[in-house]
C-alpha cells in the first residue's frame, strides 16, 4: 500500500488489541506488538524505547483489571506519560487511544479515571486521536458473571449500546492511517456504538442462551455505585454523532 505504516499496538495480546493487529496486518501496515510479554512494560517504560524505535503511529489499547479509580488513574497516567516521552524521543507521528462512550459527566471509579487518562494524552507533547466506544460485546460474559449465584444472575441495572470489539479495531485504524491534528487544535473524540440501544440484563439473557445455560437474569439497581445514575439513565448509549456499527449482539452471538 502507498501509505504503509509502522504502527505500535499496547496491549497487542488484549481483547480489542487482537482485533487491532489484524486489521493493521490485513491492510498491509507493520505492525509492532507491545505487551509485557513481549518484554515491554508501559507502566515502568521498561522497553519501551526500543519497542518504539522506527514506529510511526502508536495504537493504545491497554487497560487495566482494576475498578479502583486511585489504581486505574495512576495506570493510565502512567502509561499516558511514558507513550509520550518515549514516543517524542522515538519521532512518533501520532498517538491513537480508545476511550468510553458517554464519560464526560462521571463522578468516579473506573470511567473518572478513563477522563482523566484521556487529560493525560492530550496534555502530552505527540498528537492524539481518542475513539470513545460502548462497551464491548466480549465484556459482557466476564462483566456479568461477577454478580452470579447458582442458577441466577444479578445484574446492574444499565443503558448501553453494545459494540463488537472488530468493529473498534478497524475505527482506530481508520485514525491510525489518518492525519494527526493539526498543533494547538482541540482534539477531536469520534465515538462509536453497536446498533441498537440494549440494557445489560437483555444482554446477559443472549449471552447465557447462547450457551444453553438455564439461568433467571435478575435486574438489580446498585446504591453506592459510581455513576449509577448515569448508567441506568442512558449516558452511555450513542447520540446523533455517534458512528453506529454492526454487528448486534444477537448477530455476534450467532457468528462465534
Not at 498517538?95 to 484521556?118: M, N, P, Q
Not at 449509577?228 to 458512528?243: I, M
Request: proline share 5%; no cysteine; net charge negative.
Amino acid at each position: 500500500m502507498s501509505n504503509r505504516r509502522t504502527v505500535a499496538v499496547v496491549g497487542a495480546t488484549g481483547r480489542l488489541g487482537e482485533h487491532v493487529v489484524r486489521v493493521l496486518a490485513e491492510r498491509g501496515h507493520e505492525v509492532v506488538a507491545i505487551s509485557r510479554s513481549a518484554g515491554v512494560d508501559i507502566i515502568t517504560g521498561e522497553g519501551l524505547d526500543k519497542a518504539l524505535t522506527g514506529v510511526d503511529v502508536v495504537i493504545d489499547t491497554s487497560g487495566t483489571p482494576s475498578a479502583d479509580e486511585t489504581v486505574a488513574t495512576e495506570f493510565f497516567t502512567a502509561a499516558a506519560a511514558n507513550l509520550h516521552a518515549a514516543g517524542a524521543r522515538a519521532g512518533v507521528e501520532l498517538i491513537v487511544s480508545v476511550s468510553i462512550l458517554g464519560i464526560d459527566a462521571s463522578t468516579g471509579g473506573y470511567y473518572r479515571a478513563k477522563v482523566a487518562h484521556e487529560k493525560a494524552l492530550t496534555a502530552g507533547p505527540l498528537p492524539v486521536r481518542i475513539l470513545r466506544a460502548a462497551q464491548f460485546h466480549e465484556f459482557v460474559e466476564p462483566l456479568v458473571s461477577w454478580g452470579r449465584q447458582g442458577d441466577t444472575v444479578y445484574v446492574p441495572l444499565m443503558r448501553t449500546q453494545l459494540v463488537a470489539a472488530a468493529a473498534v479495531a478497524e475505527a482506530l485504524v481508520d485514525l491510525a492511517e489518518g492525519p494527526a491534528p493539526e498543533p494547538g487544535a482541540a482534539a477531536p473524540f469520534p465515538e462509536i456504538a453497536g446498533p441498537r440501544e440494549e440494557n445489560l440484563a437483555e444482554a446477559a439473557e443472549l449471552v447465557y442462551a447462547a450457551h444453553g445455560e438455564d439461568v433467571t437474569v435478575v435486574e438489580v439497581s446498585e446504591e453506592g455505585t459510581p455513576d449509577r445514575e448515569l448508567l441506568e439513565n442512558g449516558a452511555f448509549v450513542a447520540g446523533p454523532a455517534t458512528t453506529l456499527a454492526g454487528p448486534t449482539l444477537q448477530e455476534w452471538l450467532a457468528q462465534a
